[in-house]
């Protein structure tokens, strides 16, 4: 979360720290704004390669690659892991979204503590994880896509 801070203590954009990794290749991430009154923005975020961000608000967040989020949603100081599809009007607060997860139209974590606790698994400090498998989907690795 350090890294989406204006100025954070791992500076990734300091030529003398190169960063070594395999890169996918993928598109750049894609801001889309297709409704006549959008409110769609990102502030003191990382949008990744492959991300659609369709009309939604990203406050303080690091979207992995292959994200895609929807008209309306909200996603606040979270952690959306590689291959998440966030539909509209989904809120996320302090969330860790595991890959493939599906988070449907409406869905909501992080703002009610004992209903987090009662569906997911949540730290001494709040956080929420979510997996696709508390969600009740299931991963095939063959192809890497969740199944309902």
């Known amino acids: 979360m350090d890294l989406a801070r204006v100025q954070p203590e791992l500076n990734m954009y300091d030529p003398a720290w190169p960063i070594r990794t ?9 801001f889309i704004f297709d409704s ?27 979207l992995f690659t292959d994200v895609a989020v929807e008209l309306g949603s909200l996603i606040e100081d979270s952690v959306v892991l590689p291959n998440v599809r966030i539909g509209r009007g989904v809120r996320l607060r302090r969330v860790v979204a595991d890959r493939f997860c599906e ?3 409406g869905f909501e974590a992080g703002l009610d503590r004992a209903a987090d606790e ?20 299931q991963v095939h690795e ?5 199944k309902a």
């Open 22 to 30: 395999r890169e996918e290749c993928l598109p750049p991430a894609k």
């Open 36 to 62: 006549s009154n959008p409110h769609g923005q990102a502030w003191d975020a990382l949008i990744s390669s492959g991300c659609i961000v369709s009309g939604a608000s990203i406050h303080c967040s690091l």
């Open 103 to 105: 988070l449907r139209d």
């Open 118 to 137: 009662a569906r997911f698994h949540v730290t001494p400090q709040g956080v929420v994880l979510v997996t696709p498998e508390m969600l009740g989907q």
């Open 142 to 146: 063959d192809d890497s896509a969740p």
